[in-house]
């Protein structure tokens, strides 16, 4: 049966810049807000967006991330009709390759999309943090009578420069893109959510796909070739956050967002739920002697000590005497009696003995250890 | 005689009955709308969740479960089994409501009632059956039941356990006398003797069972299931198996706050949450709980979801609550989607679902007599 739109959600990617903390998960498997993972922001977004054929597109190191997403029960996307499928690439009659980049990734997924049969593909990125509700801009494209539209957002005109920008017209159609300028005419940046027509997208594909010198990617290749062709394209602006959380220092400042009241995020927001696969683990407990101020817990967690500015995932145990602060603490790790931390991430399942003191209170760097660390107690480390 | 492989795979295998006879008298200010299964416990659990996930928890696939009325929220709760992984092709959970039939309005009993689904558990192949009812919240494992079971020969085994006798909790429930082998001699009705607390939970083979329902089927005199075990004690062989892991058993208002805070202890969850025994509910997907700038949390148990702004002491907190600024809670109960506005103050209450406690309202009880603010009301 034809399907107006099948997501697609690039979560493939090395992890490179995060592989201080975990050099063996994907990037999109990475725990954040406490109890999710950054990928239940896109694939949330397609469930309440009401797009329920998604396809996960995987390469590096995906074991977590498959038996994470599973069929796609916890987002309501285990659906007759649709679902999820992970897509991992395949050997196939001509044998078998990598995918080589993005727009290459979606290619050799080709009979997959044929399959579904959709109107319209919805590219996404699997390690971004935002709500967005792309029923919206599937309407924009429609009345635009738009062939490829790119999802934008301001940013700071000095920072212009790491992003593709997008120069458009009154109208939102764009008529140059710059990958990363170093003279930025504009501030809008592309966020890597593209829709585009199926039928015209197959084209560039099997075209860019002949191209040798071509790194195979949206951004740099089938973007421009469309622009230079004269594809109608448009820019659709988003206004509300949106975070790239691909470093350390991002990832530790998206999680530090969540605190300040009224976030933009915001997700408590009950019309706009936020799914994730949910721990069995009995609520958290605060006992008497311990101090929690503003900060985020999550369930399992046992606190016995202080925890100040800090978002805490499922399971954690801080113990007697121990003080937190400014600090993200992943799965089930255990911090014991009278240890200090300030300004850090602790990887999941980390073990931090008794009176370790660990990152600097004044200082600008984010200190990380990594997942299932081991800490003899009395350690320095920072 | 020669059992086909499909018997083989259903010897030792136990059919879980969860039977909901449970008396709400003293407790009837939670049940207006729910039966004492889905009263909410311990944060984020349903008092169902707990027996349920024991049976799980002991590999029984099969459960059967007998409803009196107000089941509605149950239905909603246990969504088919799936939080227990018991939305099976085969196999799986099974709800059973009580028939109505108009033209007899005598009050029916659990026996009544099971007998009316009778040829269902007639064309199960599970050879023992295990009969137990949701509000004596433990974690018994029934494989050990059984194992005890077999052991004794026994025809019928009951589960008990033996509590210290200043202890003042399990004031209604029976106890059982038994001799120096473990054989039950004699049910005992409330407070008489008490260090045997009967925990209501019976493990027998199917057949016996169905046996028992036919032959009552005429005699309607008693209806307690129960009662029509021990009716048997002289031909039948009833013995009993010790369990000595957390037991409490939800029968009143006065139970039900009692020990809900007594779970504010480290060693009391510990008792009832172990990994190796987890308990499965119904999954919300709430966001972690915030404490904000001015909070002030000590000694208390929080599910997800919340917002804490004011100051929380000894309290059970449930999901989605939220405590304004000023506001102070201290030993009490708040369920799912509750309010405390600011300057509001709260000692030994309970507030029900969707609840809301408005500005500087002040309430306080008592820990044997908590004030009770039912669902859905604003004061």
Same mark, same amino acid.
């Given at each position: 049966?034809a399907?107006?739109?099948l997501? !697609?959600?690039l979560?493939?990617? &090395?992890?490179?810049r995060?592989g201080?903390l975990?050099?063996?998960?994907?990037?999109?498997a990475?725990t954040f807000?406490?109890?999710?993972?950054?990928i239940?922001?896109t !694939?949330?977004n397609?469930?309440?967006?009401? #797009?329920?054929?998604?396809?996960?597109?995987? &390469?590096?190191?995906?074991?977590?991330l498959?038996?994470y997403?599973g069929i796609g029960?916890?987002?309501?996307?285990?659906?007759?009709?649709?679902?999820?499928?992970i897509?991992?690439?395949?050997?196939k009659?001509?044998?078998?390759?990598?995918y080589?980049?993005?727009?290459?990734?979606?290619?050799?997924?080709?009979?997959?999309?044929?399959?579904?049969?959709?109107?319209?593909?919805?590219?996404?990125?699997?390690?971004?943090?935002y709500?967005?509700d792309?029923?919206k801009?599937?309407?924009?494209?429609?009345?635009?009578?738009?062939?490829?539209t790119?999802t934008?957002i301001?940013?700071?005109?000095?920072?212009?420069?790491?992003?593709g920008i997008m120069?458009?017209r009154?109208d939102n159609s764009?008529?140059?893109f710059?990958?990363?300028?170093k003279?930025?005419?504009?501030?809008?940046?592309?966020?890597g959510?593209?829709?585009?027509?199926?039928e015209?997208l197959?084209?560039?594909?099997?075209?860019?796909?002949?191209n040798? +010198?071509?790194?195979?990617d949206?951004?740099?290749?089938?973007?421009?070739?469309?622009?230079?062709?004269?594809?109608?394209l448009?820019?659709y602006?988003?206004k509300d956050?949106?975070?790239?959380?691909?470093?350390?220092e991002?990832?530790?400042?998206?999680?530090?967002?969540?605190?300040?009241?009224d976030?933009?995020?915001?997700?408590?927001?009950?019309?706009w739920k936020?799914?994730?696969?949910?721990? !069995?683990?009995p609520? &958290?407990?605060?006992?008497?002697?311990?101090?929690?101020?503003?900060?985020?817990i999550s369930?399992?967690?046992?606190?016995f000590?202080?925890?100040?500015?800090s978002?805490l995932s499922?399971?954690?145990?801080?113990?007697?005497?121990?003080?937190?602060?400014?600090?993200?603490?992943?799965?089930?790790?255990? #911090?014991?009696?009278?240890?200090i931390?300030?300004?850090?991430?602790?990887?999941?399942?980390?073990?931090?003995?008794?009176?370790?003191? #660990?990152g600097?209170?004044d +200082?600008?760097?984010?200190?990380?250890v990594?997942?299932d660390?081991?800490?003899?107690?009395?350690?320095?480390?920072? | 005689?020669?059992?086909?492989w499909k018997?083989?795979?259903?010897?030792?295998?136990?059919?879980?009955?969860?039977?909901?006879?449970e008396?709400?008298d003293?407790?009837?200010?939670?049940?207006?709308?729910?039966?004492?299964?889905?009263?909410?416990?311990?944060?984020r659990?349903r008092i169902?969740?707990?027996?349920?996930?024991?049976?799980v928890?002991?590999?029984?696939?099969?459960?059967f479960?007998?409803?009196?009325n107000?089941?509605?929220?149950?239905?909603?709760?246990?969504?088919h089994?799936?939080?227990?992984d018991?939305?099976?092709?085969?196999?799986?959970?099974f709800?059973f409501?009580?028939?109505?039939?108009y033209?007899?309005?005598?009050?029916?009993?659990?026996?009544?009632i099971?007998r009316?689904?009778?040829?269902?558990?007639?064309?199960?192949k599970e050879?023992?059956?295990?009969?137990?009812?949701s509000?004596?919240?433990?974690t018994?494992?029934?494989r050990?039941?059984?194992?005890?079971?077999l052991?004794k020969?026994?025809?019928?085994?009951?589960?008990?356990?033996?509590?210290?006798e200043?202890?003042?909790?399990f004031?209604?429930?029976d106890?059982i006398?038994?001799d120096?082998?473990?054989?039950?001699?004699?049910?005992?009705?409330?407070?008489?003797q008490h260090?045997?607390?009967f925990?209501?939970?019976?493990?027998?083979?199917?057949?016996?069972f169905?046996d028992?329902?036919?032959?009552?089927i005429?005699?309607?005199d008693h209806?307690?299931?129960k009662?029509?075990?021990?009716?048997?004690?002289n031909?039948?062989?009833i013995?009993?198996?010790?369990y000595?892991?957390y037991?409490?058993c939800?029968?009143s208002?006065?139970?039900y706050?009692g020990?809900?805070?007594?779970?504010?202890s480290?060693d009391?969850?510990?008792?009832?949450?172990?990994?190796t025994?987890?308990?499965f509910?119904?999954?919300k997907d709430?966001?972690p709980?915030?404490?904000?700038k001015n909070?002030?949390?000590?000694?208390?148990?929080?599910?997800?979801?919340?917002?804490i702004?004011?100051?929380?002491?000894?309290?059970v907190?449930?999901?989605?609550?939220?405590?304004?600024?000023?506001?102070?809670?201290?030993s009490?109960?708040?369920m799912?989607?509750?309010?405390?506005?600011?300057?509001?103050?709260?000692?030994?209450?309970?507030?029900?679902?969707?609840s809301?406690?408005?500005?500087?309202?002040?309430?306080?009880?008592?820990?044997?007599?908590?004030?009770?603010?039912e669902?859905?009301?604003i004061?």
């Open positions: 049966m399907k107006e739109v997501a !697609l959600i979560a493939g990617g &090395q992890s490179t995060l201080t975990n050099k063996k998960l994907a990037k999109p990475f807000g406490g109890k999710y993972r950054i239940d922001f !694939l949330s397609c469930a309440n967006s009401d #797009i329920n054929t998604v396809g996960v597109l995987t &390469q590096f190191e995906p074991l977590v498959n038996s997403i029960r916890p987002w309501g996307l285990d659906r007759k009709d649709g679902g999820v499928n897509l991992p690439p395949y050997l009659e001509k044998g078998g390759e990598w080589k980049g993005t727009a290459n990734a979606v290619y050799q997924n080709m009979d997959y999309i044929e399959m579904q049969n959709p109107k319209y593909i919805l590219v996404l990125s699997g390690d971004h943090i709500k967005m792309y029923a801009m599937i309407d924009f494209h429609k009345e635009k009578e738009s062939e490829a790119i934008v301001k940013v700071p005109l000095k920072e212009a420069s790491r992003f120069n458009t009154k764009i008529y140059e710059d990958e990363k300028p003279q930025p005419k504009n501030d809008l940046a592309s966020m959510v593209y829709l585009f027509n199926w015209i197959k084209k560039y594909l099997a075209k860019d796909d002949k040798k +010198s071509s790194s195979h949206f951004g740099k290749n089938i973007i421009p070739a469309m622009l230079s062709a004269g594809v109608k448009y820019a602006p988003f956050y949106w975070k790239d959380v691909g470093t350390i991002s990832l530790w400042q998206a999680n530090m967002d969540l605190l300040k009241i976030n933009e995020l915001n997700l408590f927001d009950k019309d936020i799914y994730s696969v949910n721990s !069995l683990q609520p &958290q407990y605060v006992s008497r002697e311990s101090k929690v101020v503003n900060s985020m369930e399992g967690c046992k606190i000590g202080t925890v100040v500015n978002v499922p399971g954690v145990q801080i113990g007697k005497g121990a003080y937190v602060s400014d600090t993200v603490i992943m799965r089930n790790a255990i #911090i014991r009696e009278n240890t931390i300030h300004r850090s991430i602790i990887g999941s399942r980390c073990e931090i003995n008794e009176e370790c003191s #660990i600097k209170e +200082s600008s760097n984010i200190t990380v990594p997942y660390y081991f800490m003899e107690g009395g350690t320095v480390y920072e | 005689m020669t059992i086909s018997g083989v795979r259903y010897m030792n295998n136990i059919l879980g009955v969860i039977n909901l006879n008396k709400e003293k407790i009837h200010k939670l049940t207006y709308n729910r039966p004492i299964a889905s009263i909410p416990f311990a944060g659990y169902i969740d707990f027996v349920l996930s024991n049976m928890n002991s590999k029984i696939d099969k459960v479960m007998f409803t009196r107000k089941y509605r929220s149950l239905v909603d709760h246990i969504e089994g799936r939080p227990w018991l939305d099976r092709k085969n196999e799986g959970l709800m409501n009580p028939l109505i039939n033209y007899s309005n005598v009050r029916r009993g659990d026996m009544d099971i009316d689904y009778l040829d269902y558990i007639f064309y199960t050879e023992y059956i295990i009969i137990c009812p509000n004596m919240i433990c018994v494992n029934f050990d039941v059984l194992k005890k079971h052991e020969k026994a025809d019928i085994t009951v589960v008990y356990k033996n509590i210290k200043s202890d003042e909790m004031e209604d429930c106890s006398a038994l120096e082998d473990g054989m039950a001699i004699d049910l005992i009705r409330k407070k008489k260090n045997n607390v925990m209501e939970t019976f493990l027998m083979k199917r057949k016996l169905i028992l329902l036919n032959k009552k005429l005699g309607a209806d307690l299931f009662d029509t075990v021990f009716e048997l004690k031909n039948k062989n013995y009993t198996y010790e000595k892991g037991l409490v939800i029968n208002i006065k139970e706050f020990r809900s805070l007594d779970l504010l480290e009391t969850m510990n008792n009832l949450f172990h990994q025994w987890p308990i509910t119904k999954v709430e966001p709980t915030i404490y904000q909070a002030v949390v000590e000694n208390c148990l929080l599910a997800g979801g919340c917002c702004e004011g100051e929380v002491y000894d309290s907190i449930f999901r989605r609550v939220n405590i304004h600024d000023t506001a102070s809670v201290k009490c109960i708040l799912q989607n509750t309010t405390v506005e600011q300057g509001a103050v709260l000692e030994y209450a309970i507030l029900d679902k969707n809301r406690v408005s500005k500087n309202m002040v309430l306080k009880g008592t820990r044997d007599n908590p004030i009770v603010i669902k859905g009301q004061i």
